[in-house]
Nanobody, 126 residues
Framework: QVHLVESGGGLVQAGGSLRLSCKAS????????MAWFRQAPGKEREFVAALNWNGGITYYADSVKGRFTVSRQNSENTVYLQMNSLKAEDTAVYYC???????????????????WGQGTQVTVSS
């Protein structure tokens, strides 16, 4: 059974930083692209960031570009999302996802990801 477990969420003031982690039990981990999505109350889930199997190709939503950094450590089966200069509009539940089909190039498309975590809440106070 595959598990993706997010951690690192919390309450932070605007302008602050958080680092999210997602540990995945998919094997082998380096056969999977990884991504972060988020969903704010009353809104649809949206793409945040993604990277391919070795982290050599990354994608970001325009709204987070320059503030967020996605990375992975394959030896630890973990993907990270470093979030800086946080804004109130970043408040959401953040989900990590793993997908085998987009492993080579990564993907922004949620339907291409096979496994999802339970999410971690990020709240940014203004």
């Amino acid at each position: 059974q595959v598990h993706l477990v997010e951690s690192g969420g919390g309450l932070v003031q605007a302008g602050g930083s958080l680092r999210l982690s997602c540990k995945a039990s998919v094997r082998p981990f380096n056969n999977y692209a990884m991504a972060w999505f988020r969903q704010a109350p009353g809104k649809e889930r949206e793409f945040v960031a993604a990277l391919n199997w070795n982290g050599g190709i990354t994608y970001y939503a325009d709204s987070v570009k320059g503030r967020f950094t996605v990375s992975r450590q394959n030896s630890e089966n973990t993907v990270y999302l470093q979030m800086n200069s946080l804004k109130a509009e970043d408040t959401a539940v953040y989900y990590c996802a793993a997908g085998r089909r987009p492993s080579l190039l990564g993907s922004r498309i949620a339907d291409e990801y096979d496994y999802w975590g339970q999410g971690t809440q990020v709240t940014v106070s203004s």
